[in-house]
């Protein structure tokens, strides 16, 4: 069961699609940082846009086609790897270099703008970024997502957007003066989200049984050494994240949110 | 509920709460948080002590496995909780006179509230009974539990130390700047000159206090570290920990931060009394002999809880005895005599925050005569595995730092609310005072009786000093639901008598 290093470090999953789709992704957020965004007001963005953007795809990637999504199926434990880099990694940094590039709102249709409005209201985001973990880590979902390609696409799409939609409120946008302008909002919230994956990385970490058995059918794999490495992704999914919200909470708390941008 | 203005301010030497043009509002506001949040852990864990009385009374019975889980974590809970309200209180009471960042303490308490989460689930779902002193090996080589659910609990305990820490190196640099030098924060020269040198500005007791107390949360901080690294390291493989080695440092932790709940909340006393009184409580030479003293005192009486174990050298087991005795002494005597001669004929009068205030000095009186002589070697030897124990730090918890922490809570709303508690809420100190001592007493005289603690099944003939205690863990609950309830109730409008501030 335990891989050669050496092979494991190469061993590299190229999806063509997913990298099609990452590489317009790219020139598309290339060519829209050059104009200086979407909209009549255009400015020059930073470069630091630019390589959070790039990292956040560059995480996605690792976390995707490198050794450890490679080995998804092999292993729980680098499964609830990728599964962080996603949420916790790809998403700021592709939220943080992504939303000004959009310079506001104006121009979506208005039910977008509602729906986006509603969206990334704290309560919704943290309430669907939750149910959106917590569904596709129930037994079921998660088996569903390991037998068909598709799916396992779909349920690291929904984690991505899902996140992307949990850090909006934090990572307030200049023309969106959030809900989470007071730091006892800003903390409430980091709290709210840390807790509940820390749940659910516990309640993996000391189940007594395992409980994803597609990992009992892997070349070599034991009741025992399934068991294990469930301990260790519960474990992943739980200690990591303490970290990522402390980060985040140095990185987010006491600024001052931005003042809304003028019209004129 | 009335809207007169409860304590004043305006007698000379006495420090408002709020700052002119409400400089520190953030700061207070983090206060509160802190307050809600480690009053409102107290009243959870709790609940569960509430659960271990049951069970020892025969009335409610739990498996011993789930009697150990609630015994390792109403320990960790209570320790932490009580910590994070007096650090909270703290903070607000410093922040009159010196300069805090209300971003480094939403910081530290989000770093703080991580460490608790994993300490709720090691013990919870993870099924980790070892005890609050996680003393090794125990935790490593639990037969109910996982290496995981140990690890959780190291972990929680890491990111208390680390919130812990950064709030201790912040507060020390801010009072620092403010008297311009640690060695000005702790008046060492007034100190050294017996009180003739005053060239120096002195410290308010508060800030004199919050020096100590960060100095000793470092000093803490750092034998927690010495003790969680080699068994990080133990935990994968790489060495083995010499088993006393582990006991000392886990003591130096433990016991110091145990400690330190104590007496930031004592320090909290200083700090709201003066308000009623009307009376300022000067920096003396003795308040600063007795409070610079606790930084080397409150290291050195860990080991007073080691006095079993034969191989600890005997100077160790005797600089306890000292030290124990030593360290209750001055604070005491110096804040209580202090207190006391404040109240004297002042005209105090008596709403819940001093009723509170009072209550607490007096817990703190009996806690502290019986942890000095449990601390004492010949009666450790036969009472530190009775009730005795569970009696005496009950007794400064509870009716002292506790009684403390409520409070200073009850001073900050009636300040910033512009509010007067409820009459009826008057009553609330006395149903915690009377449920608080009889809850307690029966530790007393179950330990007196030689009444083991940490068991889960008690025998029939020891049960009945636990079912006398539950009708008074009912009358301290009533009295509890009454502070609670007429907090709630300003709660709001104290939280906005700290807004529209600057450097919000």
Known sequence: MRPDPVAFVWEWEWATPLGIALIVTQVVYVLLWARGGFGPRRAHLGWGRLVAFTLGLGVVVIALMSPIGANDERFLSLHMVAHDLLIWIAAPLLLLGGVPVLRDTDWLPRPLQRALAILTHPVVAWSLSTALLWVWHAPPAYGFALESDIVHGVEHLCFLVGYVIYWWPLIVPPWDIGWLRGNTARALYLLAGMVQSALLGALITFHRTVLYTAYLHVPGATPASALADQRLAGAIMWFPGAVVFAIAAILVIGKRAPQPVSSS | ?504
């Open chain 2, 1 to 504: 509920m009335d809207t007169a203005h409860v304590a004043t301010a305006e007698a000379p030497g006495i420090t408002p709460l709020l700052a002119p043009d409400r400089a520190n509002g953030a700061v207070l506001r983090v206060g509160l948080a802190y307050l809600v949040a480690g009053l409102g852990s107290f009243l959870l864990m709790g609940v569960l002590g509430f659960f271990m009385r049951l069970d020892q009374s025969g009335i409610f019975v739990l498996s011993a496995q789930w009697f150990y889980r609630i015994m390792t974590l109403h320990g960790a809970g209570m320790v932490a909780s009580i910590l994070l309200a007096g650090l909270g209180g703290l903070a607000a009471a410093v922040s009159a006179t010196t300069r805090l960042s209300a971003r480094v303490l939403w910081i530290v308490l989000v770093i703080y509230m991580a460490g608790m989460t994993f300490t709720i689930f090691a013990t919870l779902l993870g099924g980790f009974a070892a005890g609050w002193t996680v003393l090794y090996p125990l935790p490593t080589h639990g037969l109910v539990w996982s290496l995981a659910a140990a690890l959780a609990m190291y972990v929680g305990y890491l990111f208390v130390a680390l919130g812990l820490l950064l709030y201790a190196v912040h507060i020390l640099v801010a009072v620092s700047r403010t008297y311009g030098g640690l060695g000005k924060a702790l008046a060492l020269r007034y100190l050294f000159s017996f009180g003739r040198d005053r060239r120096d500005p002195l410290p308010r007791p508060v800030e004199l206090i919050a020096a100590v107390i960060s100095i000793d949360s470092i000093a803490a901080v750092t034998a927690g570290t010495l003790y969680l690294v080699p068994i990080f390291l133990h935990a994968a493989g790489v060495m083995t920990v010499d088993a006393l080695y582990a006991k000392d440092t886990v003591y130096i932790f433990g016991h110091t931060m145990a400690n330190l709940s104590i007496y930031v909340t004592a320090g909290l006393v200083y700090a709201a009394l003066p308000s009623f009184t009307k009376r300022a409580w000067p920096t003396t030479w003795a308040v600063v002999i007795a409070w610079d003293l606790i930084i080397i005192l409150m290291l050195a009486n860990f080991s007073h809880h080691i006095y079993a174990d034969f191989a600890q050298p005997v100077g160790l087991q005797l600089l306890a005895e000292i030290g124990s005795y030593a360290v209750a002494l001055p604070s005491f005597i110096v804040t209580i005599i202090g207190a006391l001669a404040l109240i004297y004929r002042s005209g105090l009068r008596w709403t819940v925050a001093p009723m509170l205030l009072a209550l607490g000095i007096w817990g703190w009186v009996f806690g502290g005569l019986g942890a000095v002589l449990d601390s004492t070697i010949p009666v450790n030897q036969v009472m530190h595995n009775t009730m005795w124990v569970p009696a005496h730090f009950h007794t400064y918890y509870l009716l002292g730092a506790v009684a403390f922490a409520w409070g200073y809570f009850f001073y900050m709303v009636a300040e910033l609310s512009g509010t007067r508690d409820l009459t009826l809420t008057r009553l609330a100190p006395w149903l915690y005072g009377i449920g608080g001592a009889g809850f307690i007493f029966m530790f007393f005289v179950a330990g007196a009786h030689s009444v083991p603690r940490r068991y889960a099944v008690h025998l029939a003939q020891w049960q009945i000093y636990a079912r006398i205690a539950v009708p008074f863990v009912l009358v301290l609950a009533l009295g509890l639901a009454g502070l609670a309830w007429d907090l709630m109730l300003r709660f709001r409008a104290a939280w906005r008598g700290t807004q529209h501030v600057v450097g919000s």
